[in-house]
């Protein structure tokens, strides 16, 4: 699988689980310690050494520990983790929260964004090709110690109002070829530490995009159904029912 050994995909594994529950850098003797990999914490330690040869850990600050890459994020992402189903009640609940609106697009997109919000416990964004930007949920995002740094919450706030990078974004999905969006801050050094995860929605007149920004550590599998699951309802509404937009 890529270019990796089976038992380096086993550490990556335990290495980015690791990581999503307290966004600590990882070192090799919480791994020996609370994941039975079967091998010694020297054999940890040079693997961890590998991954990082390979573009998949790199070191912060001066700690002994690394952090998953970007790269590795999407080799979990497209390989390793296993999706969370919503249940039917989870899904009657969030068609419920925006049903009412249904008929009123602006009304719409700002109840969805406040429901995936409450539900994945991130910042929620919608966006159209109109220029119109929704987003909901910035107390979530200052929850996490990733945002706790003033200039990096400042950061991520003057995004959010900028109409030219959502078009941006949106435009990737012209050359996506897979059904969701994850951006990583990759080319964005202000907003390293964020992560996005988007959907888009087609209807005649109108495209879109609803998703998530949270810090690259948030819980994919269960980002990813809630999102999804938003982009598909947003697209059924618009297609089967008259929107003023």
Not at 3 to 22: C, G, M, V
Not at 47 to 61: F, G, H, S, T
Not at 62 to 80: C, D, E, H
Not at 147 to 172: G, I, N, S, T
Request: hydrophobic residues 40%.
């Amino acid at each position: 699988m890529d270019d990796l050994t089976p038992r380096q995909i086993e550490l990556l594994k335990a290495i980015i689980s690791q990581y999503t529950e307290n966004g600590e850098p990882v070192g090799s003797e919480i791994l020996d310690k609370k994941f039975n990999l079967g091998v010694s914490p020297a054999t940890i330690r040079n693997d961890m050494v590998e991954l990082a040869k390979k573009d998949y850990l790199k070191k912060e600050y001066f700690s002994s520990g690394r952090v998953p890459t970007a790269k590795a994020f999407r080799f979990y992402i497209k390989n390793l983790m296993n999706e969370k189903h919503l249940s039917t009640a989870d899904e009657v609940a969030s068609k419920s929260d925006v049903w009412d609106f249904r008929h009123q697009l602006h009304q719409l997109l700002q109840r969805a964004t406040h429901s995936l919000a409450t539900r994945t416990q991130t910042l929620a964004v919608a966006t159209t090709d109109k220029g119109d930007v929704y987003y909901c949920g910035i107390q979530n995002m200052l929850g996490n110690r990733e945002f706790w740094d003033l200039e990096r919450a400042r950061a991520l706030m003057e995004r959010c109002d900028q109409y030219a990078y959502w078009q941006q974004v949106l435009q990737k999905f012209d050359t996506l070829e897979e059904d969701m969006l994850f951006m990583f801050g990759d080319d964005d050094p202000d907003n390293s530490q964020v992560a996005l995860v988007f959907g888009e929605f087609e209807a005649p007149g109108i495209k879109g995009a609803i998703g998530v920004i949270g810090p690259r550590r948030m819980k994919y599998d269960m980002i990813v159904p809630n999102v999804r699951y938003f982009t598909e309802l947003i697209e059924s509404i618009v297609e089967t029912h008259k929107i003023e937009a």
